[in-house]
């Protein structure tokens, strides 16, 4: 109430204005001091340290986008909104905040794998803001396609200063084989830990240990020979993301270098795995950008050393659009994509004021739409002499992106491979 009242004294003695008011000579604004309001749940601790300048600074309509920005890839707020207010060398940044609801206890119905004929469906208990903090707490389960129970908890940011990273999983799963018609059933416990070098590059380690058993049928193909195998695995991640907008990127960079480690015995499955993967985006006009990713995993042993539930695919969470229903696996992966993202109608915000039940959840909601011109080509192989281009995979195509609330993203693609085959993909979210 303290805070409201000040903002709204500021407000009545000094003149307010929008950062979309301001000329380009109007800039670089100097910036005393910083003032948050809307966050009735949310720390303003949580807000200030998304903000990459020490005040008072001097800001420029590109540093106030980044503020902007990174406070939306919180995906914290339904809206985030920018004014300036003072005179002369007193100017206050005022950000004012449109809260999203945070404890979702809802009932779950997704796909699995991008495909719609696995379909989930159970319930969970979900805080994305836990104490304020943007602390992630879940706990739920599903039935249907691979029937699961989780538990997690996520702390992307312990202490003030430190800004140390802490993750807690622990799930039990019914998972269909790939090659055989039978389930296997997965149980895990996992930890990370980890640091942010800066407010955009961290280093995380993690350790799991699972537990995977086959049927009696098929117990030849754990690597233990009893059909339980009990597996370690260790993993080092260095990973730098300068996105724009997490949600939808059209500009920056992302760079993720992972290091795993299977095993440690030869009752167990022994060998490194390297993931790495990048990706670009160019903003060529307000309207239209370009992104482009590669994806490539290497594994050291070859792939009949691989067990049967830890092998590489493309066709299931990795797919060409194209050929979106093909399955190969192998050794070795790499993937490319490329897509043209133009703006049909920018993004607008509307509220349902007169929401007969929880209002926050009606606030401030998002909508717009894009159109998406891609490519995408892929290949596994197990020697070096399967690699060439031959033998990749490619599909074209154009795609509907609807931008949407609490969803933030809805594809209608319609695409082509590169032996004239078409197909319509209808999915959820960004590809990359």
């Known amino acids: ?21 301001q000329t380009a000579a109007d800039f670089p604004i100097l910036i005393k001091k910083v003032l948050v309001f809307g966050n009735d749940k949310t720390k303003e601790e949580v807000v200030l340290r998304e903000i990459p300048f020490e005040f008072p600074a001097k800001l420029n309509l ?10 939306n890839n919180l995906f914290l707020f339904n809206r985030v909104e920018l004014g300036v207010v003072g005179e002369g060398k007193s100017k206050i940044l005022l950000i004012q905040l449109t809260e999203s609801w945070y404890l979702l206890p809802v009932p779950l119905l997704f796909i699995n794998e991008r495909d719609w004929s696995k379909i989930s469906y159970g319930f969970s208990v979900t805080h994305t803001n836990f104490r304020g903090m943007h602390e992630q707490l879940n706990v739920g389960g599903w039935l249907g396609y691979n029937p699961s129970f989780f538990l997690r908890y996520y702390n992307p940011w312990l202490g003030k200063k430190s800004r140390f990273i802490l993750g807690i999983n622990t799930f039990g799963k019914k998972v269909g084989n790939k090659f055989f018609d039978f389930d296997e059933s997965h149980l895990k ?5 980890g640091k942010r070098l800066n407010l955009n590059t961290l280093l995380q380690f993690s350790a799991s240990f699972r537990r995977i058993k086959l049927p009696d049928a098929f117990k030849q193909y754990s690597v233990s020979g009893s059909g339980m195998d009990l597996i370690p ?30 095993g440690l015995t030869k009752n167990q499955p022994e060998f490194w795995r390297f993931r790495f993967d990048h990706r670009a985006y160019l903003k060529i006009t307000d309207r239209i950008s370009i992104a482009g990713k590669n ?9 009949d050393r691989v067990p049967i539930y830890d092998r590489i695919f493309i066709g299931y969470l990795n797919r060409i659009r194209g050929y979106f229903n093909k399955v190969v696996s192998g050794r070795n992966l790499m993937m490319d994509h490329i897509e043209a993202r133009i703006s049909l109608l920018p993004m607008k915000y509307v509220s349902w004021k007169e929401a007969p039940l929880a209002p926050s959840f009606f ?8 159109l998406g011109i891609f490519m995408d080509s892929g290949i596994v192989w197990d020697e070096p002499n399967q690699f060439s281009l031959k033998n990749h995979n490619t599909g074209y195509g154009v795609g509907l992106h609807i931008h949407l609330p609490y969803i933030y993203l809805l594809r209608i693609d319609h695409a082509w491979n590169d032996v004239g085959q078409r197909q319509w993909i209808i999915e959820a979210g960004v590809v990359f």
Do not use: H
């Not at 709204?8 to 003149?15: A, G, K, S, V």
């Not at 994806?295 to 792939?303: D, F, G, I, W």
């Open 233 to 262: 695995k260790f993993g080092l991640q260095f990973m730098i993301d300068k996105r724009d907008l997490f949600e939808y990127p059209r500009s920056g960079y992302f760079l993720s270098w992972d290091i795993i480690r299977s």
């Open 1 to 21: 109430m303290r805070k409201a009242l000040i903002i709204l004294c500021i407000c009545f003695f000094f003149p307010f204005s929008t950062l979309l008011a």
């Open 363 to 370: 606030r401030g909601l998002k909508y717009g739409l894009s």
């Open 62 to 71: 590109d540093d106030f986008q980044q503020i902007q920005n990174r406070l």
């Open 295 to 303: 994806l490539t995993t290497l594994t050291s042993v070859p792939n």
């Open 189 to 193: 416990v996992g930890v990370t830990l």
